[in-house]
């Protein structure tokens, strides 16, 4: 209403035609899920209604709400340590601590197993100590420590992001009236983190139920499990396409949850100005606790893979390993992630300031959709797009364009989530000022929206950056011909037990990955 | 002696910058005219590879679509690329994905050449009417078990069902029982690892309810949960498992085992067992080829079949991969028991076609979850 007041303005026109756009591209899983639903035979639907599904459903659900809880206890602390206070290293703890979102699941879960499986290294360092077996790993409990440490990263970016911009003038006046810093915490700054939290909880929970490395390695079944199966074992596709149908009404259900999490309040402060700087909380003798905490999160999702990976690169040094196809794939994995993250970010935009600033059904719906694919599994919309590629798009398909939408389905509610938290925390009345200062929509969103919201920008970048580094069944089918990452050697080489091979390449992408990601936090630390 | 390597990530990609730094690397390294290729294989001698195929004027090109892993194929591709001349262009992924995707192309594949790691990949394309009639000649180089009934795709290298176990808890001679009836007895409680998501343990399954009939399969297959055995999501971490002692038995594909101890030692933990009494416990798995009906380089498709079935191609697989070669006269690995002296089997890999069965009674007894 503010920033569209003009019928005619052409800059509507484009974010309403681009918003369609994306949409439409988005529906094309849905659609190919649709038709091959239509073609499935009798045996899915004694497969679908029976009680052995039921029971996974419910445990794929009840394995994404402990683990988006415990994400969320893990990612919280560490945001506000890594804005708010005067954690020493901040900055370092700020960038270690989003990395884990690039170690693929599959191979955490094997370092997981490999470390503190029942007979695994750390058992083998207490066995003189007389510990001959470590308690069960699997199930449950592996399922939720492995999830939980390689997706907390999602919570974390966009409770950062939400802190950055948070305005600091309730806080200030709560300190005021006499409350402490916990207090101030609890009654003013979790409130106000809710629609970051939600939309770091949403990204947490859709990639659990979508997942299927940890849990087929911890022995966890859910529903991608389920599906999985349908492919593998029977060639089912039609059956597979019912199945992800399930999936996508989860989402719905999801979806649902976190609307009601998000509330309708304004999280925008009352006054015009800047952003001021929010008040540094000093850590005391709370300092050492905090740093172990940082220290120990860092240590189990980061630190201990790399060091496995490491043990295995040493152990095998002398193994014949082709550089160049090495840096191949290292410059393949960058220049996918560039332009995936640039892409993503893009077509995020309307989707998230259409939701945010206009509250039409149709913008509704544009940003729920942005989140349908979300949950299904890479090969559902690999397939997807493999179905419409080559049959009605034979000029882009098995190039880097379609490979691109792929990127673009499966990672845009990453972006979607950051940047509607961030516009969330901007006043349409700033712009509404310069509007009435007379400068055009497009100069007001470039010298206003996208400085202020740089923090959930940024955020949505990392994310899809990072997302698409360690991205597999997308890139290996939608992928050119030949066209190999850093993720891709990795799945090959393990997926032959050749792990001294796996190692070079898994090192490299967790290296390069923290390049961006220190370049974005270092960077919201200037502003 | 001038190594080449071709790159198809960059061949495809058609992006300057990519061709930029290839060309530079063929300048810096050797010309690519040069197709002399020596391979050293650690067998007993050292094969020295002459051209196979007749580099004519216009190679051409050709389309791969591998469930085979890059890790493992890559380097024999190479080597035809190199000796024929043909610039090879390979799709990696798992053998269930590349036969879905093939399924969805249908006649708008871009593929000449599936080559996937196990038969029931194949036969759901061959199914599909997608694959090709192979002419006889080519199917008379490997044993009929080992290929489809209708002549459309061949098998290229094998692979045997063992039984992994831990060398500090089980003494082989001692402990083994001969066939894999015996792992339902209750001292193997706890005791055991398996995949049953895995392809090939599924086609051992099936195996077991051809010769066994469907009430003993399901019988085993319940003795064995019985005992409470640890399920895996597929070999490798079964073969890890079994030499950390977290399992002392697994029921695997016998290949893994000598990949870790390449890469881990001789001290590694764990060894093959194969079953003495015989029966499904010791099927032979293949890893097998289809030309793809629809294909733009039918020449170069088959030349690639036939390069597969030669000798060289054989001699890598036994040598580099610890497979089994299909193809008469081809030496095996020295650390492998020779095919002709497994326990006889007389099962055709055509017939394991009714997966889904399979699959509904791993969901029937529970296996699936």
């Known amino acids: 209403m503010i920033f569209f007041f003009r019928n005619t303005s052409p800059v509507k026109v484009v974010l309403w035609f681009t918003g369609a756009l994306v949409a439409s591209l988005l529906l094309l899983p849905i659609g190919y899920l649709l038709l091959r639903a239509s073609e499935a035979g009798d045996s899915i639907w004694s497969i679908l209604f029976s009680y052995r599904t039921a029971r996974i459903l419910l445990k794929t659900v009840y394995l994404a709400v402990a683990v988006t809880l415990g994400s969320a206890l893990v990612a919280v602390p560490i945001a506000w340590l890594t804005v708010r206070t005067d954690l020493p290293m901040r900055r370092l703890w700020a960038i270690l601590t989003t990395l884990p979102l690039v170690v693929p699941s599959y191979v955490g879960a094997y370092l997981f197993i490999s470390v503190l499986g029942p007979r695994g290294i750390l058992q083998q360092w207490l066995e003189p100590l007389g510990v001959k077996e470590l308690p069960k790993l699997y199930g449950f409990p592996g399922a939720f420590l492995v999830l939980t440490l390689l997706s907390y990263p999602y919570i974390l970016t966009t409770t950062r992001a939400a802190l950055m911009r948070m305005n600091p003038v309730l806080e200030e006046a709560?300190?005021?009236?006499?409350?402490?810093?916990?207090?101030?915490?609890?009654?003013?700054?979790?409130?106000?983190?809710?629609?970051?939290?939600?939309?770091?909880?949403?990204?947490?929970?859709?990639?659990?139920?979508?997942?299927?490395?940890?849990?087929?390695?911890?022995?966890?079944?859910?529903?991608?499990?389920?599906?999985?199966?349908?492919?593998?074992?029977?060639?089912?596709?039609?059956?597979?396409?019912?199945?992800?149908?399930?999936?996508?009404?989860?989402?719905?259900?999801?979806?649902?949850?976190?609307?009601?999490?998000?509330?309708?309040?304004?999280y925008y402060g009352g006054h015009v100005g800047a952003v001021g700087n929010p008040i540094q909380i000093k850590l005391g003798h709370w300092r050492w606790p905090s740093l172990f905490f940082c220290a120990g999160i860092v240590v189990l999702s980061l630190v201990l893979p790399a060091s496995i990976l490491a043990y295995w690169l040493f152990r095998e040094i002398n193994i014949t390993m082709s550089y160049s196809s090495l840096w191949m794939s290292a410059w393949n994995s960058l220049f996918a992630s560039g332009l995936a993250s640039g892409l993503v970010l893009l077509a995020s935009i309307p989707v998230a300031w259409l939701s945010v600033r206009k509250k039409g059904r149709f913008a509704i719906l544009l940003e729920r959709i942005s989140y349908s694919a979300f949950a299904l599994p890479g090969i559902v919309v690999a397939l997807a797009l493999v179905f419409f590629g080559a049959n009605y798009a034979n000029p882009i398909y098995q190039t880097v364009y379609l490979l691109l939408f792929g990127y673009l389905i499966m990672f845009l509610p990453q972006a979607v989530g950051a940047l509607r938290t961030s516009f969330l925390q901007i006043s349409p009345s700033i712009e509404q000022a310069a509007r009435t200062l007379g400068k055009n929509p497009l100069m007001v969103f470039r010298t206003i929206t996208v400085p202020v919201s740089w923090s959930g920008i940024a955020a949505g970048i990392g994310l899809v950056f990072l997302t698409v580094m360690k991205e597999l069944p997308i890139t290996l089918i939608l992928g050119p011909l030949g066209f190999s990452t850093l993720a891709t050697s990795v799945w090959s080489a393990v997926e032959e037990a050749m792990f001294g091979a796996a190692a070079a390449p898994a090192l490299l992408l967790i290296l390069l990955s923290s390049v961006p990601m220190a370049s974005i936090i270092l960077r919201e630390s200037l502003n | 002696m001038c190594k080449i390597r071709f790159h198809n990530t960059v061949s495809s990609t058609k992006m300057i910058l990519y061709s930029l730094i290839v060309s530079g690397l063929f300048v810096a390294s050797c010309q690519p005219e040069v197709v002399e290729v020596v391979k050293e294989v650690p067998v007993e001698k050292v094969v020295e590879v002459e051209k196979v195929v007749e580099v004519d004027s216009a190679p051409g090109s050709l389309v791969v679509y591998s469930g085979r892993s890059e890790k493992l194929v890559q380097p024999i591709i190479d080597q035809f690329a190199a000796a024929s001349g043909i610039e090879v262009e390979v799709k990696y992924g798992k053998t269930a994905e590349m036969a879905a995707v093939l399924l969805e192309e249908g006649n708008n594949s871009p593929a000449d050449v599936f080559w996937a790691q196990d038969p029931g990949g194949l036969g759901a394309v061959a199914e599909a009417g997608m694959f090709a009639d192979l002419p006889a000649d080519v199917l008379a180089n490997v044993d009929s078990k080992f290929q489809s009934k209708n002549g459309n795709w061949v098998g290229v290298s094998g692979r045997a069902r063992v039984i992994v176990y831990n060398t500090a808890t089980i003494d082989p001679e001692k402990d083994l029982p001969s066939d894999l009836w015996g792992f339902v007895e209750p001292e193997w409680k706890g005791r055991l690892g398996w995949a049953p998501t895995n392809g090939s343990f599924q086609a051992m399954v099936t195996a077991l309810r051809s010769t066994w009939g469907e009430d003993k399969t399901k019988e085993w297959l319940q003795g064995i949960m019985a005992n409470d055995v640890g399920v895996y999501p597929k070999n490798t971490p079964q073969v890890a498992a079994a030499a950390a002692g977290e399992i002392d038995v697994g029921f695997v594909n016998h290949y893994y085992l000598h990949r870790f101890i390449a890469a881990e030692g001789e001290n590694f933990k764990a060894r093959n067992y194969f079953l003495t009494g015989g029966g499904p416990g010791s099927l032979v798995m293949v890893a097998g080829v289809g030309r793809i009906d629809t294909g733009a380089n039918e020449d170069n498709a088959m030349k690639f079949i036939n390069f597969l079935l030669s000798p060289v191609a054989q001699q890598y697989f036994a040598g580099q991969t610890y497979e089994y070669p299909l193809v008469e006269g081809v030496k095996i690995h020295r650390e492998l028991t020779p095919i002709a002296e497994l326990p006889k089997i007389d099962i055709d890999l055509s017939d394991l076609v009714d997966l889904q069965g399979t699959v509904d009674l791993l969901t029937e007894v529970g296996a699936l979850e």
């Not at chain 1, 810093?181 to 770091?200: E, K, N, S, V």
């Not at chain 1, 022995?219 to 992800?244: K, M, N």
Request: a positive charge; proline letters at 3%; hydrophobic letters at 50%.
């Open chain 1, 174 to 266: 709560s300190r005021n009236l006499g409350d402490g810093p916990w207090g101030t915490f609890w009654r003013i700054t979790l409130p106000q983190l809710r629609p970051g939290l939600a939309a770091g909880g949403l990204l947490v929970a859709l990639y659990v139920l979508r997942d299927f490395g940890a849990v087929s390695f911890m022995r966890y079944s859910t529903f991608t499990r389920v599906l999985y199966i349908q492919y593998q074992s029977s060639f089912d596709r039609t059956g597979a396409a019912v199945l992800a149908l399930v999936l996508i009404l989860l989402t719905l259900l999801v979806l649902f949850i976190e609307i009601r999490t998000r509330g309708r309040a304004n």
